[in-house]
């Protein structure tokens, strides 16, 4: 079974430049979250989709930040202008339940450098 | 948010067993308690959850402290790539979203 897809791995622009990232989340699951993880630290939560509905979005910066699931698979993340502060890495998750607990499954991420 | 308390990093030899500790003493009777783990240059996986009773699965052991304000994640051999950043997490029974500290990173050494 495939994982979680995401694309691009790596992405380098400039402050004030617009970035997107795509996640394939695996088939079947439902739930997809979108995490930022600064170095040394654990993921945070961005957004968590159920379908196409965005259930909780209280931490997505709602000025320079914006999301998408059409069809409720895929997902888009984008940020418009970046700033030397989004550098980070962006992961997607998708989840089941297992055991009468959720699980995630996390994609490998993608790096974002602003200079 | 309940608060877990994990040191921040730990050493292993080679084919050891190691035990993760994590303390929790805020814990709720409805917070099942998670661990996952992130390899360098990857996203977190999951390894094992439980409630109140010990958990075995094929990566790893969960033993719970009989009040539950503590936990110890047990890898009975560790191995080279073991090496990691755990996550302990609490999460209610309504599964609320996980809540990521700094976690603890394991170094194993040959």
């Known amino acids: 079974e495939a994982g979680v897809v995401q694309s691009p791995r790596y992405k380098i622009i400039e402050k004030k430049q617009p970035v997107a990232f795509w996640c394939n989340p695996i088939?079947?699951?439902?739930?997809l979250y979108w995490y930022r993880q600064n170095l040394g630290q654990g993921p945070e939560l961005l957004i968590r989709y159920e379908n196409e509905e965005a259930v909780d979005d209280s931490q997505l910066p709602k000025d320079r930040f914006s999301a998408e699931r059409l069809k409720g698979v895929d997902s888009t993340l984008k940020i418009q202008p970046a700033e030397l502060g989004d550098s980070a890495v962006y992961l997607c998750a998708s989840s089941t339940i297992k055991g009468l607990q959720e699980t995630q499954y996390f994609g490998p991420g993608t790096r974002l450098l602003v200079l | 948010d309940a608060k877990t308390t994990q040191p921040n990093s730990m050493e292993s030899n080679e084919e050891e067993p190691v035990h993760l500790p994590c303390n929790h003493s805020t814990i709720s009777g409805t917070d099942y308690i998670h661990w996952y783990r992130q390899l360098p240059s990857q996203g977190p996986e999951y390894v094992i959850h439980?409630?109140?009773s010990n958990v075995n699965n094929r990566m790893a052991s969960l033993a719970i402290a009989e009040d539950r304000k503590s936990s110890t994640l047990i890898l009975h051999r560790a191995t080279l790539r073991d090496a990691a950043v755990y996550y302990c997490?609490?999460?209610?029974?309504?599964?609320?979203?996980?809540?990521f500290g700094a976690g603890t990173i394991l170094r194993v050494k040959s």
């Open positions: 997490i609490l999460r209610d029974g309504y599964g609320n979203k996980l809540v």
């Open positions: 439980g409630l109140t």
């Open positions: 088939s079947g699951h439902n739930t």
